[in-house]
């Protein structure tokens, strides 16, 4: 992919990421939820990402680490994948935690992808000719804000800046690409997407 195009879309990609993390900060300052110190971290919680922007910001991050802590955090995306593999084998769900979460931190934090930044806070979504959909906090949240009273948060208008970014990119790069892909597989992907 042409650098220039990649990175004029990650500069419009960064802009719909301020405007998530402000929605995010606005609904749970409304609580007064902080999240740390969580024991359940969602860092665990085996998301699945669908836009080729999200991979391309996280890769580049990835690809500014050193070399020896990129070799780490792959070692430990190995080891997830082969986790959820035998955990889809076997029905069960042991929670790997992300390859990059190092003592409670995210190691790519400025190119975490968009659930894990507004992953946590109850919220809603207006699908196009369909009811609203409400969805719940965190385990955490509910601990500690579970009686709060719900303060608006439509995830509507960042999920269709979004689509419509991811949209467009497709478009320039002629062609549909569907991802899936959760941060370990993101992570040992060397570029089939890019
Ligand atoms: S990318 Fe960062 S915030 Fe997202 S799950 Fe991994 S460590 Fe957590």
């Given at each position: 992919m042409d650098p220039a195009l990649r990175a004029s879309f990650l500069e419009r990609l960064r802009r719909i990421f301020t405007a998530m993390d402000a929605a995010y900060g606005q609904a749970a300052a409304a609580y007064g939820f902080v999240c740390d110190?969580?024991?359940?971290?969602?860092?665990r919680t085996r998301f699945h990402h669908h836009t080729l922007l999200e991979y391309l910001c996280l890769r580049q991050g990835f690809g500014e680490l050193p070399a020896e802590r990129q070799a780490q955090i792959r070692e430990r995306a190995a080891a997830v994948v082969g986790q959820h593999a035998r955990d889809l084998a076997a029905g069960t769900?042991?929670?790997?935690?992300?390859?990059?979460?190092?003592a409670g931190r995210c190691g790519l934090y400025a190119h975490r992808p968009m659930i894990c930044r507004l992953h946590g806070v109850p919220h809603e979504l207006q699908p196009p000719g369909r009811a609203p959909q409400l969805g719940p906090g965190c385990a955490e949240f509910h601990r500690r804000c579970g009686r709060a009273v719900y303060h608006p948060f439509d995830r509507t208008p960042l999920y269709a800046e979004l689509a419509r970014l991811e949209s467009e990119l497709q478009q320039v790069l002629g062609q549909r690409r569907k991802i899936r892909m959760t941060i370990a597989e993101m992570l040992l992907d060397d570029g089939v997407h890019a």
């Open positions: 110190g969580c024991e359940e971290s969602c860092c769900d042991t929670k790997p935690m992300c390859p990059l979460n190092e």
